[in-house]
């Protein structure tokens, strides 16, 4: 059976200030993932002492969820493909919940990476499904406001979950900070239970499904490529920010300071790119990739302090905070009637783009020195420059959108690329 999705609303004739309700429900649970997932980047160091393993090593709390996430995204779809997506919510987002709070008890190192296993698959399998369900509801002309709202909550983490967190392990210690966040994963659990309504699975994904809307739409292929690139380019120093920033001489009180400021600039850039991306969609793409690309150059180059360093991650802020949005807006205009099938895809390539950055900056860290995690990072970026030519010059999929992602189609022969 093949992947079958319509792009018209579900929530059409429901009422806005419910759909709307949900979507935060949704927003809250993405922002107690995300906070989850990026947590021991604010904290590598100090889990890495107690636990008694290289920063390297600690990188990989980093890397597992990631490379779990990129496989549990198409399984947790095509698996939950017949179930109510709120139940499947639910479950993925109590999943996290007590992952963390079994991270917060752990006496090993092995056991944290068993929890951050199962975060991954949290991770994975609600991204894949909750990427797409803007259009399930809210009516169409909000759609794209939606989804920048749901993925304000990635940003959202960055402002407050890993700074909080952050500051709560300096305080507390690094145990409670996963305490908190594991509570967090159980009020985020309530909140969907009691705003979202039932979302009854609107396909039949099948693994063939998965393959066939990469090979056969250009669009995606370039979306993947893309999101590779980047995301790689960018986790591969950003999970060794802390280092970095030590390294540079700014203590430790102004960092978590500093990855607020990195937050605060991400979220302006999320929203920013939300108002930008239906029509200037490859100019967001090439913007990111231009300002990751200078940010990471000018902190390997420079000699910093906190001030100037705060002025560096505000620019990276801006440029991360506009991917998943920008990102996530290019594979729903590529395939707009595959959109389950299609933002698993990108979920595992941006979960796997995660996990392989955090590792290669491992290595490059233990290897080369902390300084390198920049300069190649900056490599990466700076390559998806290419791909968005390529993507100019051979257009997405034939008939993609240019309207916000659930927007009403044009009507026959007034479709155009998207750009």
């Known amino acids: 059976m093949t992947t079958v999705e319509t792009t018209t609303s579900a929530a059409a004739g429901s009422s806005p200030v ?11 649970g993405i922002f107690s993932l995300m906070t989850s997932e990026l947590l021991p980047v604010g904290l590598l ?10 920063e390297g090593t600690a990188g990989l709390m980093i890397t597992v969820p990631g490379l779990v996430a990129a496989v549990s995204a198409p399984l947790v779809t095509v698996a939950t493909g017949r179930i109510d997506r709120r139940i499947v919510l639910v479950v993925l987002i109590g999943l996290m ?19 951050r296993f199962l975060i991954g698959v949290s991770v994975g399998g609600f991204w894949s499904i909750a990427g797409g369900i803007a259009l399930r509801l809210v009516p169409a002309r909000h759609v794209a406001r939606a989804t920048a709202v749901i993925f304000g909550g990635v940003e959202t983490a960055s402002v407050l979950g890993v700074p909080t967190g952050t500051f709560i392990g300096d ?30 699975a609107g396909q039949s994904l099948t693994f063939s499904a998965l393959p066939k809307v990469f090979r056969g739409n250009a669009g995606v292929r370039a979306g993947i490529a893309l999101t590779f690139l980047v995301i790689t380019g960018h986790f591969l120093a950003y999970t060794f920010v802390r280092p970095i920033l030590q390294g540079d001489g ?28 239906a029509r200037r969609l490859r100019a967001c793409v090439t913007g ?77 860290v233990n290897g080369i020195g902390t300084t390198s995690v920049l300069w190649t990072g900056a490599a990466l970026t700076a390559l998806a420059l290419v791909v968005v030519g390529g993507a100019r010059r051979g257009g997405l999929r034939r008939g993609a959108r ?15 690329s998207a750009g």
């Open 18 to 28: 419910k759909g709307w309700l949900a979507v935060l429900a949704v927003t809250l």
């Open 45 to 54: 160091t100090p889990i890495g002492h107690a636990l008694d393993v290289s």
């Open 97 to 115: 919940g007590a992952a963390n709070l079994a991270s917060a008890f752990a006496t090993g190192f092995t056991v944290v990476l068993v929890a």
């Open 171 to 200: 305080l507390s210690g690094w145990r409670t900070a996963f305490a908190v966040v594991g509570v967090l994963g159980l009020i985020s659990l309530t909140c969907m239970l009691f705003l979202m309504p039932k979302v009854p």
């Open 250 to 277: 700014v203590d430790d009180g102004s960092i978590s300071v500093l990855l607020l400021t990195f937050g605060v600039a991400g979220v302006c850039g999320n929203f920013i790119a939300g108002a930008l991306v």
């Open 288 to 364: 990111i990739s231009v300002v990751l690309t200078v940010a990471m150059a000018v902190l390997a180059l420079a000699d910093t302090d906190a001030l100037s360093a705060g002025a560096v991650l505000v620019l990276w802020g801006l440029g991360y905070g506009a991917v998943p949005v920008t990102f996530q807006t290019w594979i729903l205009d590529a395939a707009p009637d595959a959109t389950e099938a299609a933002t698993s895809l990108y979920v595992s390539a941006f979960n796997l783009s995660i996990a392989l950055g955090a590792l290669l900056g491992g290595f490059a």
């Open 402 to 416: 240019a309207d916000p992602p659930g927007s009403p189609r044009p009507a026959a022969g007034g479709s155009r």
